[in-house]
Nanobody, 126 residues
Framework: QVQLVESGGGLVPAGGSLRLSCKAS????????VGWFRQAPGSEREFVAA????????YYANAVEGRFNMSRDNAKATAYLQMNSLSADDTAVYFC???????????????????WGQGTQVTVSS
């Protein structure tokens, strides 16, 4: 059974940084596209960043471009999200997701991902 476990969330002051991790129980992690999404209270789940399988180029939402950096270590079956210059608008539960069949134009669509973690809370104090 596939499991994704996020960690690294917490409370951080505005302007600070956090690094989230997503550990996957996937024997062929490199064969999966991995995405990061977030959901604030009362809002829909929104795309943050993604890296396609077999590809090292991240894709970012406009809201985080230049501040967030996604990476992955296939040998450790782990994806990371380095978040810098955080603001109160970044407060949300952050989820990682994985799937083998996500096309580039659908990277930001939550329904395209079969596997999800439980989420980790990120709170930015202003």
């Amino acid at each position: 059974q596939v499991q994704l476990v996020e960690s690294g969330g917490g409370l951080v002051p505005a302007g600070g940084s956090l690094r989230l991790s997503c550990k996957a129980s996937l024997p062929t992690f490199s064969a999966y596209t991995v995405g990061w999404f977030r959901q604030a209270p009362g809002s829909e789940r929104e795309f943050v960043a993604a890296m396609k399988r077999y590809n090292s180029n991240p894709y970012y939402a406009n809201a985080v471009e230049g501040r967030f950096n996604m990476s992955r270590d296939n040998a450790k079956a782990t994806a990371y999200l380095q978040m810098n210059s955080l603001s109160a608008d970044d407060t949300a539960v952050y989820f990682c997701a994985a799937d083998q069949q996500v096309i580039t134009t659908s990277l930001g669509v939550p329904s395209q991902y079969d596997y999800w973690g439980q989420g980790t809370q990120v709170t930015v104090s202003s």
